[in-house]
Nanobody, 115 residues
């Protein structure tokens, strides 16, 4: 059973930083690409960053230069380091992967950027 569990969300002031982490279980973590998505109130879920099995990364234009995705296959975790946060980064952040054509999601973690 594939499980993804996010942690690390919270309230941060504009300009601050947060680090999200996602722990995967129930699958061979090192084989699969991992992604972070986010969904703000009233908006569609959007891809924030992804990292392939070999470590190749991809970022949304809105977060390039501010966010960094990384993975630790030994720990089956994927992290999202978020710097220079602004109010537009406020959203629920989800960890996701695809396996045999099926998408799997964590429960999400709230990130609120506010003064």
């Amino acid at each position: 059973q594939v499980q993804l569990r996010e942690s690390g969300g919270g309230l941060v002031q504009p300009g601050g930083s947060l680090r999200l982490s996602c722990a995967g279980s129930g699958f061979t973590f090192s084989w699969l690409p991992m992604s972070w998505y986010r969904q703000a109130p009233g908006k569609e879920r959007e891809l924030v960053a992804s990292i392939g099995a070999a470590g190749r990364t991809n970022y949304a234009d809105s977060v390039k230069g501010r966010f960094t995705i990384s993975r630790d296959n030994a720990k089956s975790t994927v992290d999202l380091q978020m710097n220079s946060l602004n109010t537009e980064d406020t959203a629920v952040y989800y960890c996701s992967t695809k396996w045999y054509g099926n998408s799997y999601w964590g429960q999400g973690t709230q990130v609120t950027v506010s003064s």
